[in-house]
C-alpha cells in the first residue's frame, strides 16, 4: 500500500526558507510524477510544481521565481524548498502522486502538514 | 494560464439527492480534468479522471462527463458521506489549475 508522508518545521519566519520533503513507501517513486499543492486555511487548492523521477521539473509561474523541487530517489524521497515566504505562504502542504500520462489525477495524497509563516 | 470556473460554489441537497456541479475551462482541455472530493481537514481524494473514468474504489454513485469546456460531476442517490467540497482540476498543460471549489451540503 502506497503511502506518502509529508515533513518539516511547522513554523517559518517571514523572509526565511521552507522546507520540506515528502517520503514515499510502499512503491518506488520511479515512474511517477511527484507534486506539491497547498491549501491555505479556508481556501482553495494551489498545484506549486512536480517533478519527474528523472529530475525534470515544471513550477507554478507565480510561485517560480521562489520555489525548487529535488528528488533522491535512493531514498524514496522528493523536498520542496520556497524562499522569501510571507503570512500568504501560511497553508497546508501536500504532495500528490501522479501517473505518467496526462489522462490521469493526483491518485495518491500525503496527509498533509500545516506550515505557518510568522515571527 | 488555463482558469477554471465551478458552479455552484454553495450547494444544498438531501440525502437520496441527485445533484450536479459545473466546471468551465477558460480554454478548451480536451477531456485532461479530474474530479476530487475533500472532506474537512483531510487530503483530496481523486473520483474521476479523463473527465469521465471512475477512479478504483469510488461508488458508481459518481460519474462525470464533458469535453472542451464544460464538465459535470454529478452524484446520485447522495449519502451521508457524500457531503463534503468537490474540486475539478485541469491536467491538459502547466500549470495545473483547480478550480475554487464547491461545498456540498446537508439540506
Known amino acids: 500500500q502506497v503511502q506518502l508522508q509529508e515533513s518539516g518545521p511547522g513554523l517559518v519566519k517571514p523572509s526565511e526558507t521552507l522546507s520540506l520533503t515528502c517520503t514515499v513507501s510502499g512503491d518506488s517513486i520511479s515512474g511517477y510524477y511527484w507534486s506539491w499543492i497547498r491549501q491555505p486555511p479556508g481556501k482553495g487548492l494551489e498545484w506549486i510544481g512536480y517533478?519527474?523521477?528523472?529530475?525534470?521539473?515544471s513550477y507554478n509561474p507565480s510561485l517560480k521565481s521562489r520555489v525548487t523541487i529535488s528528488v533522491d530517489t535512493s531514498k524514496n524521497q522528493f523536498s520542496l524548498w520556497l524562499s522569501s515566504v510571507t503570512a500568504a505562504d501560511t497553508a497546508v502542504y501536500y504532495c500528490a502522486r501522479k501517473r505518467n500520462s496526462a489522462w490521469y489525477g493526483f491518485d495518491m495524497w500525503g496527509q498533509g502538514t500545516m506550515v505557518t509563516v510568522s515571527s | 494560464d488555463i482558469q477554471l470556473t465551478q458552479s455552484p460554489s454553495f450547494l444544498s441537497a438531501s440525502v437520496g439527492d441527485r445533484v450536479t456541479i459545473t466546471c468551465r475551462a477558460s480554454q478548451g482541455i480536451s477531456s485532461y480534468l479530474a474530479w476530487y472530493q475533500q472532506k474537512p481537514g483531510k487530503a483530496p481524494k481523486l473520483l474521476i479522471y479523463?473527465?469521465?473514468t471512475l477512479q478504483s474504489g469510488v461508488p458508481s454513485r459518481f460519474s462525470g462527463s464533458g469535453s472542451g469546456t464544460e464538465f459535470t460531476l454529478t452524484l446520485s442517490n447522495l449519502q451521508p458521506e457524500d457531503f463534503a467540497t468537490y474540486y475539478c482540476?485541469?491536467?491538459?498543460?502547466?500549470?495545473?489549475?483547480f478550480g475554487q471549489g464547491t461545498k456540498l451540503e446537508i439540506k
Open positions: 479523463a473527465a469521465s
Open positions: 482540476q485541469q491536467l491538459n498543460s502547466y500549470p495545473y489549475a
Open positions: 517533478i519527474f523521477y528523472s529530475g525534470s521539473t
